[in-house]
């Protein structure tokens, strides 16, 4: 059972918009600690995605992003294509376990 | 360009040391804390800890604290994940990481799936 709670499963048709929300608490997020976001492509190593709760690393497009708000922080998927199809997870920095906590991640279905 | 490349697939008895390593090049590797993921067949993502090249100053997750030990060699630009004695649970991918100061893993090695069974 992880710190952070994403829901298990989300999924929308081509050129939706979807988001995945990771709930924590205040020894997380609501502590103010950056929340980062990562897909995981089926078989591969998962990639940086969103940094410090908005930021986009060069070469993630504009349709990927990122808000925070108290203790939880959402990660948006705007047009979504078929090759968005992945597992997304949210981090942030744990106070009371003092270190870094992964959400349990989200399977995302382009239906 | 920055590039994290682990060591090669393992397969081992429950009881046996296993050491794998991570080669960090195209960036200061004393300048970044370095970090071990782990990923268990069909879960997610666990934090296992991290080291700081610089001064080998080491964090380890409270889930993994004792079961491994992290290390590094900055002669070499590699970091190193041990384990002294396994077990069939530690089966999983295991993937280092650069961690930035604000706690993000911008680049990741490979994978290095190891394979713990008798």
């Known amino acids: 059972q992880s710190v952070l709670t994403q829901p298990p499963s989300v999924s929308g048709a081509p050129g939706q918009r979807v988001t995945i929300s990771c709930t924590g608490s205040?020894?997380?997020?609501?502590?103010?600690?950056?929340v980062h976001w990562y897909q995981q492509l089926p078989g591969t190593a998962p990639k940086l995605l969103i940094y410090?709760?908005?930021n986009r690393p060069s070469g993630v497009p504009d349709r990927f992003s990122g808000s925070k708000s108290g203790t939880s922080a959402s990660l948006a998927i705007t047009g979504l294509q078929a090759e968005d199809e992945a597992d997304y997870y949210c981090?942030?920095?744990?106070?009371?376990?003092?270190?870094?906590?992964f959400g349990g991640g989200t399977k995302l279905t382009v239906l | 360009e920055v590039q994290l490349v682990q060591s090669g697939a393992e397969v081992k008895k429950p009881g046996e040391s296993l050491k794998i390593s991570c080669k960090g090049s195209?960036?200061?590797?004393?300048?970044?804390?370095f970090g071990w993921v782990r990923q268990m067949p069909g879960k997610g993502l666990e934090w296992m800890g991290i080291?700081?090249?610089?001064?080998?100053?080491?964090r380890y997750s409270p889930s993994f604290q004792g079961q491994v030990t992290i290390s590094a060699d900055k002669s070499i630009s590699t970091a190193f994940l041990q384990w002294s004695s396994l077990k069939a649970s530690d089966t999983a991918m295991y993937y280092c990481?650069?961690?930035?100061?604000?706690?993000?893993?911008?680049?990741w090695g490979q994978g290095t799936l190891v394979t713990v069974s008798s």
């Open positions: 990481v650069r961690q930035t100061h604000s706690g993000s893993h911008d680049y």
């Open positions: 195209g960036y200061s590797f004393t300048s970044y804390w």
């Open positions: 080291i700081y090249p610089g001064d080998s100053d080491t």
């Open positions: 205040r020894s997380n997020i609501g502590a103010g600690y950056d």
């Open positions: 410090a709760n908005n």
């Open positions: 981090q942030s920095y744990d106070s009371s376990l003092s270190g870094w906590v």
